[in-house]
């Protein structure tokens, strides 16, 4: 079966000259075939399957040549010390050798030819610079955070990127950047350990292709302007006035309806507001005071008393 060759998306589709309208080439795929992905394509780098060069096979004899002719003094330079968390790759001549990673204990590494790097598998952390973001609801504040990574591919540590621990640090900072440039700041303010989980998991997916985990994200640090922090201080004060006199409000209709329903209960009985007011005073002369006023009411006086009164 032949097919058609088809034009680049870079290059111009031919326009036919008699009806001047474009021709779009449809895309012939055999039965099997499935559309190419350029992201699909792209392979980890591994070590080579090609035949070793001649000159390289002579660079390489020559090395051992010297080790076994200096062999007390060289065995010191060929022998490197690789510790439990720790993994090395070695390139020969530029090339992967056979095995890639080695270690821990001691690695024999041909002086002049073999050129090693030491990764580290512990976990480690950095400090992501304060930078000052716009948020959603256009509020500048200073957020600073810190990211907790290990590598788990030494192999691609090395060979994936020039320098793992910059990229990542760099990477950290545009991720914090974008991902808080579409939250509010109350969302901030209230749901920052999602919003660390959001940072922690769109990291681990762009460094996965490194060799990188990251294992945790904390945002340390939120800072707000000193006219923001003044005007949500001024706005927590107003909510909190507004509800304590909503409170003392609810107090006062509480106590009239209670004193509503004392004054019928003392109006179904005379007797009961004289037990009052004797319970009044028993209860000012408990205290030390010189002087007590206490009602007394005018209907218990003689008549006679109230009318020479006005007189004397």
Not at 76 to 83: A, D, E, G
Not at 202 to 223: N, S
Request: charged share 25%; aromatic share 6%; hydrophobic share 40%.
């Amino acid at each position: 079966m032949e097919f058609q060759a088809l034009p680049r998306p870079s290059q111009n589709v031919p326009i036919n000259s008699d009806n001047n309208n474009t021709i779009k080439k449809e895309r012939r795929l055999p039965n099997n075939a499935q559309p190419h992905n350029v992201y699909n394509s792209v392979k980890p780098v591994r070590a080579t399957t090609e035949s070793t060069p001649c000159s390289e096979t002579i660079l390489i004899a020559l090395s051992y040549m010297v080790v076994v002719i200096l062999f007390p003094l060289a065995i010191f330079f060929c022998l490197i010390t690789v510790k439990e968390y720790e993994r090395v790759v070695i390139l020969r001549l530029g090339r992967l050798r056979k095995h890639g990673m080695f270690g821990p204990g001691l690695v024999f590494v041909l002086p002049c030819v073999d050129e090693y790097h030491k990764v580290d598998m512990r976990t480690k952390a950095f400090d992501v610079e304060p930078q000052e973001i716009l948020t959603k609801d256009s509020v500048t504040i200073a957020v600073d955070a810190v990211v907790y990574y290990s590598i788990r591919n030494p192999l691609d540590s090395v060979l994936q990127v020039a320098n793992v621990t910059e990229s990542t640090r760099l990477l950290a900072q545009t991720t914090l950047r974008n991902v808080i440039g579409t939250k509010n700041l109350m969302e901030m303010l209230t749901a920052k350990e999602t919003l660390s989980k959001t940072i922690e998991k769109i990291l681990d997916d762009a460094t996965d292709a490194w060799g990188v985990k990251v294992e945790r994200v904390e945002m340390t640090d939120l800072r707000l302007p000193t006219s923001m922090q003044r005007a949500m201080a001024a706005e927590a004060e107003a909510i909190r006035e507004a509800k304590a006199k909503i409170v003392a409000a609810e107090g006062e209709l509480n106590a009239s309806r209670a004193l509503k329903q004392a004054s019928d209960v003392m109006a179904s009985n005379p007797i009961t507001l004289q037990l009052r007011y004797l319970q009044t005073l028993s209860t000012i002369s408990s205290e030390k005071n010189s002087t007590i006023v206490f009602p007394f009411p005018l209907e218990v006086m003689p008549s006679s008393s109230i009318k020479s009164g006005p007189k004397s």
